[in-house]
């Protein structure tokens, strides 16, 4: 079964594989989404992409992106520098063990930034 761990609340599920990680995230108490997004948000349709994550470790181990999903972060300030890491949690199903930092903040100065 993998693991995934959640790097903020230094907590660690493990979770069948193909799970869904919004989905697995919310059962473990995990607080997935920012302030008032908590209660709106998408619920999981991939539309509202606040409930993105940076996966620091293990991305290999996550279903590719879909249609979807690469269209929400094209048009996602929060995804500038990021490219590599972030993902939507409602849209990533874990393969394997992975490492999740939750509620990442913008990074429009980082070094990245205009690569
Ligand atoms: S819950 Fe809205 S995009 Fe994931």
Redesign the pocket.
């Known amino acids: 079964m993998p693991t995934i761990t959640f790097a903020n609340e230094k907590k660690e599920i493990q979770v069948p594989e193909g799970a869904n990680l919004?989905k697995e995230a919310l059962a473990a108490g995990v607080a997935l989404y920012p302030g008032i997004h908590t209660v709106a948000?998408?619920?999981?349709?991939?539309?509202?992409?606040?409930?993105r994550v940076l996966i620091t470790k293990g991305m290999e181990n996550t279903s590719p992106r879909g249609i979807l999903e690469a269209a929400?972060m094209a048009v996602s300030l929060a995804y500038i520098g990021n490219e590599s890491t972030m993902r939507?949690?409602?849209?990533t199903k874990v393969k394997g063990d992975i490492t999740v930092t939750t509620c990442p903040p913008l990074n429009l100065f980082g070094e990245s930034f205009f690569s």
């Open positions: 919004r948000n998408c619920h999981g349709f991939g539309s509202c992409g606040t409930c929400r939507l949690a409602c849209q």
